[in-house]
């Protein structure tokens, strides 16, 4: 993902969104911004309404910024073809002396005359399926060719035909030859990684590719190896290793492509020169492509080090790898097509200028949701509940964040679905068995605010049939934004805020508006029932303890409003972004921490083989050159404090305020303690530290509970929210913690008398009115008062 990316926005350290190949888009899974989000997460906060409090706890499931990256941009795709041969194209791929093993037979084939291919061939069946015409190839057939065994020396036996009607040549009995005189067969692959969060979803990106090739005639197949992996197609483990690398190029070869397009991102780079590696070895005559944001910035020097890649697509894929299919099914060079790296007859690397990007974006071909698995596969096999579907909602973003690479990547252009065609993707999900919730991918919601403005009036006017999220800027947001969102079935936004440093900010590039006041906005979001994510990057150029104290105080204040999720990560110097220009010689991996666009991926000694071998090609597993106990820091905090604020942001307030200590010296104070936070607050000694432990466990537990305490709980949030007086010890105050059954997981706190304290006590352990009737008569009338209150949950029979 140029998310991943990722991501201008949000909790993407590296700003990699995860990119299918060379399509439109570029997804190959999801990854929301750079970082990864937390997870799902029950937080109670109160408001007192008549001397009751009403706390209601509701789950919030971030949207996990895995690996991968987040799912925006155009489908980048990467593709391998193999063209015939002719004078121009014998060997686009490597050195002139291994230009023969990738020649073709020129045989005419059936027709021996120009004109569309003959026969009733499977190919033509499978599109006579999906009502499709199979593709014309004027003036030849492609000849399917002969995978060799390997000899013992390793070398590869295989026979080469350059006479325009001689058949392949069988070099061994076991391989039974490929098709002739049949449409060209491209497979389009996602890279696979092991990241759950990426493959609970299709790549939309490969899927919008994937229509395109099948609008303009092309044989097209996909393969999500993510989704291979993860479902145990590549292996009963389950993990990416050589075994799972090996079995996913045989999973390729299965298909009997004569194209192969691998889409990649940052992560999935080093599997994916794997994988194309060993489709050389067993398939010379394969053309090898890769496109996707995680190659368009090192294209060349990819090409110059792993010489069995034929060709390289930047940017979107749609039209640029129609034009390159056309070029080799008509024998003729590829110079001029825009938007690829590709070696020329001479094995000269040649680039190509860029291809500007689509202008209209009501263009772009639907999804092929027929090639891939349905989506519910996807879901059984993460288990994943939401049924988010990702939904190319737009691509690219006009900004320059010095840890994001997608405003580079795209040419600092943003561009949106036309309402009316988003409107109708995100409705087609109504339909989509296991589907729930609609994730618009692109990074910029509401940046083009009259755009936004209409897509919810729309969604609006139809019911908000189908819930959704999204990813935007901070100062995108505002009060009338975020109340068309929440009528309009948004549930949940993720926001890079990145630092409460205006400094650190603008040294990154980050232009936020001046006048944004992050707490306002997290407090207008729960006004319109839409929960936010704050993305935040720890150790940014420019940061020091006091920024970065300033940043975790901001998280503290935030997780005391209702709902609020945080998503923190480490900055990390991608290429194609000004971290990665100006820090990436110096960067350094560290064993134990990889970088939130790294998840799942690197881990294989192959791939880890060509990290340590290529490490400026493969920044995606480097963090910036800060001391290692700094860094390490940084990662605990990242991994631990958002769990914390998100079970106890009342205690760990209060204990910031009784300690007199910013969260940055709080945070020191646990991590050199080495027990629990629980353990930490127990160790205060103080009453009111002991209650909101108390009242934030059993919020957490969800069990119905009495809680008997000195001070008015009901006061505590606004005190510590607005910075008053701490509520008075010395009185007695009785609270009622009950759940609230509903789609999220919810808790309600009421302040309760001490009679109605006493009587919830007794009947605490009762399961339904006809028990009670039968144990304590003399309770039933009261307990069904307590029961139309909320107080009490007892079933029955009538």
């Known amino acids: 993902m140029t998310s991943t990316p990722s991501k201008g926005e949000g909790s993407r350290?590296?700003?990699e969104n995860s990119g299918s190949m060379m399509g439109s888009g570029s997804l190959s899974t999801s990854r929301t911004s750079g970082g990864s989000m937390v997870g799902s997460t029950s937080r109670g906060t109160s408001s007192s309404v008549g001397g009751v409090i009403k706390t209601s706890t509701k789950g919030v499931s971030a949207m996990a910024t895995s690996t991968m990256g987040s799912c925006a941009g155009s489908p980048l795709m990467t593709m391998g073809t193999t063209p015939k041969t002719t004078k121009a194209t014998k060997r686009?791929?490597?050195?002139?002396?291994?230009?023969?093993?990738?020649?073709?037979?020129?045989?005419?084939g059936s027709m021996g005359k120009r004109g569309g291919v003959q026969g009733n061939s499977s190919q033509e069946r499978r599109f006579k399926q999906r009502g499709r015409v199979p593709p014309k190839l004027p003036g030849r057939s492609w000849k399917r060719q002969q995978?060799?065994?390997?000899?013992?020396?390793?070398?590869i036996q295989r026979s080469e035909s350059n006479s325009a009607?001689?058949?392949?040549?069988?070099?061994?009995?076991?391989?039974?030859?490929?098709?002739n005189d049949s449409p060209v067969r491209i497979l389009i692959a996602s890279s696979p990684h092991a990241d759950t969060f990426g493959y609970s979803m299709p790549p939309p990106g490969v899927l919008r590719l994937g229509g395109a090739l099948g609008a303009n005639g092309w044989d097209v197949h996909l393969v999500d190896l993510a989704h291979e992996l993860a479902a145990g197609h590549l292996g009963a483990e389950r993990v990416l290793d050589e075994n799972s690398l090996s079995a996913a190029a045989e999973r390729i070869l299965g298909e009997e492509p004569d194209v192969v397009g691998l889409s990649t991102m940052g992560a999935t780079l080093p599997a994916a020169l794997v994988i194309t590696r060993i489709l050389r070895e067993r398939a010379p005559r394969l053309h090898l492509h890769l496109g996707g944001p995680g190659i368009g910035e090192v294209d060349e020097r990819v090409l110059e080090r792993f010489d069995w890649i034929d060709l390289i697509v930047r940017g979107e894929g749609e039209d640029t790898l129609h034009e390159v299919l056309q070029r080799l099914d008509q024998e003729q060079n590829l110079e001029g097509v825009a938007g690829i790296t590709w070696r020329n007859a001479e094995g000269q690397i040649q680039r190509e200028a860029d291809r500007r990007p689509l202008l209209d974006m009501a263009s772009v071909a639907p999804y092929a949701w027929d090639l891939l698995p349905d989506l519910a596969r996807y879901?059984?096999?993460?288990?994943?509940?939401?049924?988010?579907?990702?939904?190319?909602?737009?691509?690219?973003?006009?900004?320059?964040?010095?840890?994001?690479?997608?405003?580079?990547?795209?040419?600092?252009?943003s561009r949106t679905l036309p309402v009316d065609r988003l409107v109708e993707e995100v409705l087609a999900l109504k339909d989509m068995p296991a589907a729930r919730n609609a994730y618009l991918c692109h990074d910029l919601f509401g940046a083009d605010r009259?755009?936004?403005?209409?897509?919810?009036?729309?969604?609006?006017?139809?019911?908000?049939?189908?819930?959704?999220?999204?990813?935007?800027r901070s100062d995108h947001m505002d009060a009338e934004l975020l109340q068309a969102m929440g009528a309009a079935g948004g549930y949940r936004v993720l926001l890079g805020v990145e630092s409460a440093a205006p400094e650190v900010r603008a040294t990154n590039a980050k232009n936020m508006a001046a006048d944004t006041d992050v707490l306002e906005l997290v407090d207008n979001c729960a006004a319109a029932g839409v929960t936010p994510i704050l993305s935040f990057i720890l150790g940014l150029p420019g940061e020091g303890d006091e920024e970065l104290a300033a940043s975790l105080d901001l998280c503290a204040d935030a997780s005391l409003r209702t709902g609020v999720n945080l998503s923190l990560h480490l900055a990390n110097p991608q290429p194609n972004c000004a971290l990665g220009e100006d820090y990436n010689p110096d960067a350094v991996a560290l064993e134990g921490i990889a970088p939130d666009m790294a998840w799942g991926a690197g881990e294989s000694e192959p791939e880890r083989e060509l990290i340590r071998a290529h490490p400026d090609l493969f920044s995606t597993w480097h963090l910036l050159a800060l001391p290692e106990d700094k860094l390490r820091d940084f990662s605990r905090i990242a991994k631990k404090l958002p769990k914390v604020l998100e079970r106890y942001p009342r205690t760990f307030c209060l204990l910031r305020r009784v300690r007199g200590e910013n969260a940055l010296e709080l945070w020191r104070a646990w991590d050199a303690n080495g027990r629990s936070f629980e353990g930490l607050a127990r160790m205060a000694r103080n009453t009111l530290v002991d209650e909101s432990l108390a009242w934030e466990q059993a919020l957490i537990s969800r069990a119905p509970t009495v809680l008997n305490t000195e001070h008015d709980l009901s006061q505590l949030t606004a005190a510590l929210r607005d910075g008053v007086d701490l509520p008075a010890g010395g009185g007695a105050y009785h609270f009622a913690i009950t759940p609230i059954e509903g789609p999220l997981p919810a808790t309600r706190?009421?302040?309760?008398?001490?009679?109605?304290?006493q009587l919830l006590g007794e009947l605490k352990g009762e399961a339904s009115?006809?028990?009670?009737?039968?144990?304590?008569?003399?309770?039933?009338?009261?307990?069904?008062?307590?029961?139309?209150?909320?107080?009490l949950t007892l079933t029955s029979s009538t």
């Open 450 to 472: 009259q755009h936004a403005l209409a897509f919810c009036a729309r969604m609006t006017e139809l019911g908000a049939p189908v819930p959704w999220e999204c990813r935007a």
């Open 749 to 757: 706190t009421s302040r309760v008398s001490q009679d109605v304290a």
């Open 769 to 791: 009115f006809d028990s009670l009737t039968r144990t304590r008569p003399e309770l039933v009338q009261a307990a069904k008062q307590l029961s139309e209150a909320g107080l």
């Open 379 to 413: 879901k059984e096999v993460t288990g994943e509940e939401e049924g988010l579907v990702p939904v190319d909602s737009g691509r690219g973003c006009s900004y320059d964040c010095s840890f994001c690479s997608i405003g580079r990547y795209w040419g600092r252009r």
């Open 165 to 179: 009607h001689e058949s392949p040549v069988t070099l061994d009995p076991r391989h039974e030859p490929w098709r």
């Open 92 to 108: 686009l791929a490597c050195k002139p002396d291994e230009a023969s093993r990738l020649e073709r037979g020129r045989g005419m």
């Open 13 to 15: 350290s590296t700003g």
């Open 147 to 155: 995978i060799g065994p390997l000899d013992p020396g390793g070398g």
